[in-house]
């Protein structure tokens, strides 16, 4: 589309000019055909007063010409063919402004023969608006676009029932589209952001809520759009560079690629994936040349960069340059669960591309299963995966490649397929052969699937309740064995408390990390004591702690975030991977507001060990758990009373300043905002796993 | 980061991968504001050259301007230039609209450039917010064996996976600013010291936005002396960039057929 900017707010340019800082979020429209897609965008850009001056009467001139009446849609259909047959085929891309915000909206088509412009369209979103005629209801292409969304990871999705004025406004019709919707994306783990009752022709609900509509209380279509988070940086993740190509134009030699995730210095030790050798990050290299004291030393997701490294290793495209604490994974067999958009329908025995990053190997299709037709209310499994379909398959690769699952790290952890040299599938890698905690699972792949739906049902069932009755539906709801997870925090001693009163069946664990304070083991004792029961302490193995305190020394984890993740893993992380072995389920004292990290944690979430996750005080505050602890005379650890907010290993902690964030005192010489050990999954499901030794 | 070193980490990847999976690659040297930009973007994901050729598809009837610009910057930048001549007006197709069948001229002298090179990707500086059918093109391009671009069969394209196998004989279109906007490319150019030619500033009141044929391209009234002014004026205006370019008017659908037969 043309240069479209509004008016009100092009006359305020921010001081440095344009396109600095405004954010800006990408939002696909998606939805079956005909329900109203363009016909919304149309109304939108009139809304919005970006359409170019003109255009308008110029479409309108057209439309009279051609002896048909206007519709908003003929401001988008920008091809012949699309205008004759009044069917988008491609996505097209619009831009408009609103208050607070650039956006760029994703026309996606909705007939079913163009859903591979669909996914090309929505894979560069951030957030969707499902449109749904209210006179038609769900059909077979919102289930597939649903289940597509899902699939292309977008977590960010609201609702639109449009053309409401030809149901008359009806309250009650909204309302049982509203509730079908709802427990169909739950049932997706895709949250609806707002369900919103619209007339993209006559304008209801997409700019104001009109008197027509005036029984819905909830945001417009612009709203939503201004509430969307644009995309995020995955700093916060594992370092991962996969390489695109190593040039040697003069002397240097750059091994060249995008910072998918994580961050890096000059100086840092890295892996190459899938080999394993090691190096140093001699230099970050930039054109035009900087004088030296401005030459780069660090890198973070996002940049395109190039780096020099300290020895001639053998690096080559395809490559991922990890830290070495957490590399991705070598793997010669992957489950993923994936989309398939060609014609010929993928079997077991195809030989298919797979890529990874930039990453290209052969493969074979080991095994398929849940291959159904999304877009059906009751789909029959298949033993192919027909065009148009999802299912789960498992590869065996000819040569190992570098690759996480995607609940680990969402750029590393997806794969696309090819058939005869053309991109024919795409989706999410569910489990891999080089991890330990996959493996013993044939059948985590598929039951992952259950488990995510079981967890989304879970979150709006227990949103509304209190934590003891969250408690006690989790145990009624989870079959098979659950652990609290305590290190006797004020939360873990608040849920302890909650759980004797309650009388539930369950493994109360901690992790004896051995560099605890002793104001901590006093507590353990006393909890022991108080609530006449055991606690089973699980400790670190022997050889691994030798071998750490070998090569770092006993407070090696001061001198670099290496060693510090180092210890983490070999002291806490690995220990609980033993301490949850077996389990279905676990319970944890995480509250939103102790780091920013914790933000946006869901109340029950799936591990990747494939556990469904509670954290019952997730929305308290640290107030709300102190009078509950005086309250019922909680046994507390005699640190917060010395300025501890959150206590870890001895050496690691201290008490924080008035003012300060919860868990400033933890980890307090690094300088970032990371305070992870590797214990917790970040609040995208991503988790900062430490290093293994 | 901001948006503009998002915008060009992402054209440096997608440059990146054009070098990397394609086997022999030109950029279109438009002279334009936006092909500077991306040969200013290709010296940085290549750290100081261009290690490809770059071509000025060339109709005779650019503005003097911009032929002064193409010698000075071929050699200043170290380029490896290939000037190809169009072909004369009357080997186009008679049934097209007169300004479209002048452009038409130089996917002529694509074609011709194909077939004497061997390339199987060409780099163009395409913007999805320029026209309508430029919004709907992929990174990655594919083209047909007479260079046609067809829409209905466009392959998909995600999580900046790229379509780069050309059949034998066919090449691929390359876009690495298809997602930036004409702010974006001023805005850059302003923060990187980009050289421009001046006749996108404003003299007597008139000056260019958009730069084609001396014949079939018209200034815009605009007071806009410096890049400054230029990027205050495109925030406010609400004129197509196209505007000044003849062929995307003459019919509802000149632009279009232009696209399909391997028009930029």
Known sequence: MNMLVTEKFATTPSADGLSGNRSLVRIVLAGHVDHGKSTLIGRLLHETKSLPDGKLDSIKAVSERRGVPFEWSFLLDALQTERDQGITLDTSQIRFRTKSRDVVLIDAPGHAEFLRNMI????????????????????????????LLHLLGISQVAVVINKMDRIGFDESRFQELEAEMA???????????????????????????????????????????????????????????????????????????????????????????????????????????????????????????????????????????????????????????????????????????????????????????????????????????????????????????????????????????????????????????GNASVENRQDSGAGRAAVSVQAARLNTELADLPPVERLKRFRAAIAGPLVFTTSFGLEDQVIVHMLAELGIDLDIVTLDTGRLFPETYALWAETERRYGRRIRAIYPHHGKLEALVEKYGINGFYDSREARSACCHVRKVEPLDRA??????????????????????????VDERNLLKLSPLLDWTRDAAQSFAADNQI????????????????????????????????WWWEEDGQKECGLHIASDGRVERAAKA | MDRLDDLEAQSIFIFREAFARLKRIALLWSLGKDSNVMIWIARKAFFGRVPFPVMHVDTGKKFPEMYAFRDRYSVEWNLDLKIEQCPPLDTIDPTLPPAARSAARKTEGLKLALAKYGFDGLIAGIRRDEEPTRAKERVFSPRGLEGGWDVRDQPPEFWDHFNAAPPSGAHLRVHPILHWTELDVWAYTRREGIPIIPLYLARDGKRYRSLGDSDITSPVSSQAATID????????????ERSGRAMDHETEDAFERLRASGYL
């Not at chain 1, 369209?121 to 676009?145: F, S």
């Open chain 2, 229 to 240: 002014e230029v990027i205050r004026e495109l925030e406010a205006t609400k004129v197509s």
């Open chain 1, 580 to 605: 949850l072995t077996g389990a279905a389920g676990w319970i944890v004292g995480v509250r939103a507001d102790q780091s920013i990290n914790r933000q946006g944690t869901a109340l029950v979430s």
């Open chain 1, 635 to 666: 046994p507390l650890n005699a640190l917060h009373a010395q300025g501890f907010a959150s206590i870890g290993c001895a050496p690691c902690t201290r008490a924080i300043a008035p003012g300060e964030p919860e868990r400033a005192g933890r």
């Open chain 1, 120 to 147: 090309t369209g929505a894979a560069q979103a951030d957030a969707a608006v499902l449109v749904i005629d209210a006179t038609e209801g769900v059909r077979e292409q919102t289930r597939r676009h649903c289940y």
């Open chain 1, 183 to 433: 427990r169909h994306l739950a049932s997706l783990g895709l949250p609806a952001t707002a369900i919103i009752p619209i007339s993209a022709r006559n304008g209801d609900g997409v700019e104001r809520r009109t008197p027509a509509i005036a029984w819905y209380t909830g945001p417009t279509v612009l709203e939503v759009m201004d509430r969307f988070s644009p995309a995020k940086r995955l700093t916060d993740l594992p370092l991962g560079i996969p390489v695109q190509a190593v040039y040697k134009f003069d002397d240097r030699r750059i091994v060249a690629g995008r910072v998918e995730t994580g961050r890096l210095a000059v100086g840092d030790e890295i892996a190459i994936m899938p080999r394993g050798t090691t190096a140093r990050v001699q230099s970050i290299e930039a054109w035009p040349e900087p004088d030296n004291a401005r030459s780069p030393q660090s890198a973070r997701a996002g940049q395109s960069i190039g780096l020099t490294l300290d020895r001639q290793i053998f690096v080559e495209r395809g490559d991922v340059i990890s830290a070495p604490a957490t590399p991705a994974k070598a793997v010669r067999r992957l489950r993923a669960r994936v989309f398939w958009l060609h014609d010929q329908p993928l079997a077991v025995g195809a030989a298919v591309g797979v890529r990874v990053g930039m990453a290209e190997r052969r493969g074979t299709i080991a095994l398929i299963e849940n291959a159904v037709d999304p877009g059906e209310l009751s789909p029959i499994e298949a033993k192919i995966i027909a065009r148009n379909h999802v299912g789960e398959i498992e590869i065996a690769l000819a040569q190992p490649i570098a690759a996480d699952i995607y609940a680990v790290n969402p750029r590393t952890g997806r794969l696309v397929l090819e058939l005869g040299g053309r991109i024919a599938g795409g989706g999410l890698i569910l489990a891999v052969d």
